[in-house]
Nanobody
Framework: QVQLVESGGGLVQAGDSLRLSCAAS????????MGWFRQAPGKEREFVAA????????TYADSVKGRFTISRDNAKNTVYLQMNSLKSEDTAVYYC?????????????????WGQGTQVTVSS
């Protein structure tokens, strides 16, 4: 069974930085794109960023473009989300997910396995 375990969440102040990690196991990590999504209280889960299986290409939601960076280390089976200049509206539970193809995309339905999530709270 595929396993995705997020870590790195926490409580920070606006303007701070945080790096999330997602450790993957029980499948060939380098064959699949990975994505990060988030869900704030009372809101639907939304796309944040995605990266291709090789790490060569990435895509971002407009709301985080220029502030967040997704990366991956295929030797460590880990995907990261570096979050800079955090805002209160970034407060959410962040989930990593495995894409169903090699290409990083924003469509929720093209991800088949999800982690349990990690809470990020940004105080203003």
């Amino acid at each position: 069974q595929v396993q995705l375990v997020e870590s790195g969440g926490g409580l920070v102040q606006a303007g701070d930085s945080l790096r999330l990690s997602c450790a993957a196991s029980r499948y060939t990590f380098s064959n699949y794109a990975m994505g990060w999504f988030r869900q704030a209280p009372g809101k639907e889960r939304e796309f944040v960023a995605a990266i291709s299986s090789s790490g060569a290409t990435s895509t971002y939601a407009d709301s985080v473009k220029g502030r967040f960076t997704i990366s991956r280390d295929n030797a460590k089976n880990t995907v990261y989300l570096q979050m800079n200049s955090l805002k209160s509206e970034d407060t959410a539970v962040y989930y990593c997910a495995r894409g169903t193809t090699k290409y990083g995309v924003s469509r929720y339905g093209l991800y088949d396995y999800w982690g349990q999530g990690t809470q990020v709270t940004v105080s203003s």
